[in-house]
């Protein structure tokens, strides 16, 4: 009888085993087809066009193509950007402490960190770096940030501008940790507040330290702020739910067509408090791993969440290694919430007719319950149990900020007005007025997706030759827009208000002063301290 089903083993799994690696030869052979056709392709190419090519930039191009269908966290890293991101994650480098954006032929300084070279150096946010040593920067060709970085102690010398003003200073590069946790603080005498800005290596340590010391401080409730918080190392998020709930539980699962990718994680360690309540703040730049630690807060019944829809990237990705120091970034997997919640918003694999990913929506055909029988949605984010106006992002705000008028009117606010104290700052609704004013005098414009639209029907009508048949409709419509999006700013004041009143209070006081004066102003942390001071209400939200 053993014999017999020797027998029969034998070929099965000998035709399992052939089967599987006919199917990898195949894929296999195609791989290396198409890499061999453009081998050759690419090589002909430089040797043979009518002009000078530069091999680099052609493959930059050709890379760049190759990824842009995909989705935009699928990227290609140069060795500088490979440690770029090494840095990222470690929360530590070396340079001038402050974030800045490099535009065409200069560097724009975004917001020094108080007490780091950049700040000691007398840099502003608003500042604009034209040149470094010897270096102008309106000649420089690469990326002029890398400049700025160096070993600790030594010097470089900048020049920038300010109101029109040409400026020099000295600056002595330093070693600059990046906080994960950069503000903790008791709020009226039992409530911990603690802002949880990014997920690098050491988020857990910092998060259960400023827990830790808040609870010896008297705290009998918690707020966890991940407004803003763009998210990071996957491992870190699991570890910061880890300190609210027990271990052993679920906090996402990873799903992919690749079956070694597909694997649920877990909570490992002993939390720090089961029972203390909590309420998680999240925003429309709330995203991916925020988005796992207020997703299991939710499913998990563990605590409220308030503010607004979170960013919905409900995707994972993993850096495989290239030759010569460069990276593949590349999405290897979905994320799924403890009740089975994918809350990416974007479908990148189904495009409309202009090519952009369609928008996940929730619905009520794709409800998920949470551990208590509360209904929840996927697609398009993290909807909060309580939502504020003040947390939202319209499209109009995204555009303020996209064009940096909300930065632009806070740097001019600043060099206009002086200010003491956070405690004496309000942002009126005159100051509201003359930001108004400030728009329409710099000619701030954007483009609704309903213009967007209506554009590319009328063109479309040209083509059929209907355009002058409809023309007068379409500049009615046009007109009446307009009336509209002029409307939208007052519309949208109480979340663009708040944003102003962030980068002006940046401006004055740090980041410090700005988490001040939000313990006392800022709307949803006052909703959240409503929320805890009322046990019933926080239960019945929950159940």
């Given at each position: 009888?053993?014999?017999?089903?020797?027998?029969?083993?034998?070929?099965?799994?000998?035709?399992?085993i052939?089967?599987?690696?006919?199917?990898?030869?195949?894929?296999?052979?195609?791989?290396?087809?198409?890499?061999?056709?453009?081998?050759?392709?690419?090589?002909?190419?430089?040797?043979?066009?009518?002009?000078?090519?530069?091999?680099?930039?052609?493959?930059?191009?050709?890379?760049?193509?190759?990824?842009?269908?995909?989705?935009?966290?699928t990227?290609?890293w140069?060795?500088?950007?490979?440690?770029?991101?090494?840095?990222?994650?470690?929360?530590e480098?070396?340079?001038?402490?402050?974030?800045?954006?490099?535009?065409?032929?200069?560097?724009?300084?975004?917001?020094?960190?108080?007490?780091?070279?950049?700040?000691?150096?007398?840099?502003?946010?608003?500042?604009?770096?034209?040149?470094?040593?010897?270096i102008?920067?309106?000649?420089?060709?690469?990326?002029?940030?890398?400049?700025?970085?160096?070993a600790?102690?030594?010097?470089?010398?900048?020049?920038?501008m300010?109101?029109?003003?040409?400026?020099?200073?000295?600056?002595?590069?330093?070693?600059?940790?990046?906080?994960?946790?950069?503000f903790?603080?008791?709020?009226?005498?039992?409530?911990?507040?603690?802002?949880?800005?990014k997920?690098?290596?050491?988020?857990?340590?910092?998060?259960?330290?400023?827990?830790?010391?808040?609870?010896?401080?008297?705290?009998?409730?918690?707020?966890?702020?991940?407004?803003?918080?763009?998210?990071?190392?996957?491992?870190?998020?699991?570890?910061?739910?880890?300190?609210?709930?027990?271990?052993?539980?679920?906090?996402?699962?990873?799903?992919?067509?690749?079956?070694?990718?597909?694997?649920?994680?877990?909570?490992q360690?002993?939390?720090?408090?089961?029972?203390?309540?909590?309420?998680?703040?999240?925003?429309?730049?709330?995203?991916?791993?925020?988005?796992?630690?207020?997703?299991?807060?939710?499913?998990?019944?563990?605590?409220?969440?308030?503010?607004?829809?979170?960013?919905?990237?409900?995707?994972?990705?993993?850096?495989?290694?290239?030759?010569?120091?460069?990276?593949?970034?590349?999405?290897?997997?979905?994320?799924?919430?403890?009740?089975?919640?994918?809350?990416?918003?974007?479908?990148?694999?189904?495009?409309?007719?202009?090519g952009?990913?369609?928008?996940?929506?929730?619905?009520?055909?794709?409800?998920?319950?949470?551990?208590?029988?509360?209904?929840?949605?996927?697609?398009?984010?993290?909807?909060?149990?309580?939502?504020?106006e003040?947390?939202?992002?319209?499209?109009?705000?995204t555009?303020?900020?996209?064009?940096?008028?909300i930065?632009?009117?806070?740097?001019?606010?600043?060099?206009?007005?002086?200010?003491?104290?956070?405690e004496?700052?309000?942002?009126?609704?005159?100051?509201?007025?003359?930001?108004v004013?400030?728009?329409?005098?710099?000619?701030?414009?954007?483009?609704?997706?309903?213009?967007?639209?209506?554009?590319?029907?009328?063109?479309?009508?040209?083509?059929?030759?209907?355009?002058?048949?409809?023309?007068?409709?379409?500049?009615?419509?046009?007109?009446?827009?307009?009336?509209?999006?002029?409307?939208?700013?007052?519309?949208?004041?109480?979340?663009?208000?708040?944003?102003?009143?962030?980068?002006?209070?940046?401006?004055?006081f740090?980041?410090?002063?700005?988490?001040?004066?939000?313990?006392v102003?800022?709307?949803?942390i006052?909703?959240?301290?409503?929320?805890?001071n009322d046990?019933?209400?926080?239960?019945?939200?929950?159940?």
């Amino acid at each position: 009888m053993l014999k017999r089903v020797k027998r029969i083993g034998i070929p099965v799994v000998l035709g399992l085993i052939l089967f599987g690696t006919t199917a990898f030869k195949n894929d296999f052979f195609e791989i290396a087809k198409q890499v061999e056709i453009f081998t050759t392709l690419f090589k002909e190419l430089n040797m043979n066009y009518v002009d000078e090519t530069t091999p680099a930039e052609l493959m930059d191009k050709a890379i760049t193509g190759m990824l842009d269908d995909l989705d935009p966290y699928t990227v290609y890293w140069n060795e500088q950007e490979v440690e770029d991101a090494r840095i990222n994650n470690s929360g530590e480098y070396t340079g001038i402490g402050a974030s800045a954006r490099t535009l065409k032929g200069k560097i724009l300084v975004m917001e020094p960190f108080k007490g780091y070279p950049a700040d000691k150096a007398g840099l502003k946010a608003g500042d604009e770096i034209i040149k470094i040593d010897n270096i102008a920067l309106s000649d420089f060709t690469d990326d002029a940030g890398d400049l700025l970085k160096g070993a600790p102690g030594t010097t470089v010398s900048l020049t920038y501008m300010r109101q029109g003003k040409e400026y020099t200073t000295q600056l002595t590069r330093e070693a600059v940790g990046i906080k994960a946790v950069p503000f903790s603080k008791l709020i009226n005498g039992d409530t911990g507040y603690i802002v949880l800005s990014k997920f690098n290596a050491k988020t857990t340590i910092e998060t259960r330290k400023a827990l830790e010391d808040l609870k010896e401080e008297g705290a009998t409730k918690i707020i966890l702020d991940l407004r803003g918080n763009p998210g990071g190392l996957l491992n870190e998020a699991i570890n910061v739910v880890n300190l609210f709930v027990n271990k052993g539980e679920v906090i996402t699962t990873t799903k992919s067509v690749i079956k070694k990718y597909n694997r649920s994680y877990m909570t490992q360690q002993d939390p720090v408090d089961t029972e203390i309540p909590l309420v998680v703040l999240v925003n429309g730049r709330s995203a991916s791993a925020s988005e796992i630690v207020s997703g299991a807060i939710q499913d998990l019944d563990r605590g409220v969440v308030i503010g607004a829809r979170s960013f919905g990237k409900g995707l994972v990705q993993r850096p495989k290694n290239l030759t010569y120091g460069t990276q593949l970034k590349i999405t290897i997997s979905r994320y799924y919430t403890p009740s089975g919640r994918c809350i990416q918003a974007l479908d990148y694999w189904n495009r409309d007719e202009n090519g952009d990913p369609v928008r996940a929506e929730p619905s009520e055909y794709n409800a998920f319950k949470t551990r208590g029988g509360r209904t929840v949605y996927d697609g398009g984010g993290i909807l909060p149990d309580i939502e504020l106006e003040s947390s939202k992002y319209s499209p109009i705000t995204t555009a303020l900020l996209r064009d940096n008028a909300i930065f632009n009117y806070a740097t001019e606010y600043y060099y206009k007005k002086n200010l003491d104290s956070w405690e004496n700052f309000s942002f009126s609704d005159s100051d509201f007025d003359a930001f108004v004013k400030y728009l329409n005098k710099n000619g701030f414009e954007y483009e609704t997706e309903t213009e967007k639209a209506f554009d590319a029907a009328f063109n479309k009508a040209k083509s059929d030759e209907l355009q002058d048949q409809i023309k007068k409709a379409y500049t009615t419509l046009r007109s009446e827009i307009d009336a509209v999006k002029q409307n939208e700013l007052r519309d949208k004041k109480v979340e663009i208000k708040s944003l102003l009143e962030q980068e002006i209070l940046k401006r004055y006081f740090y980041r410090e002063g700005l988490y001040e004066y939000q313990v006392v102003n800022n709307p949803e942390i006052l909703e959240a301290l409503a929320v805890l001071n009322d046990p019933q209400r926080y239960a019945k939200i929950l159940k």
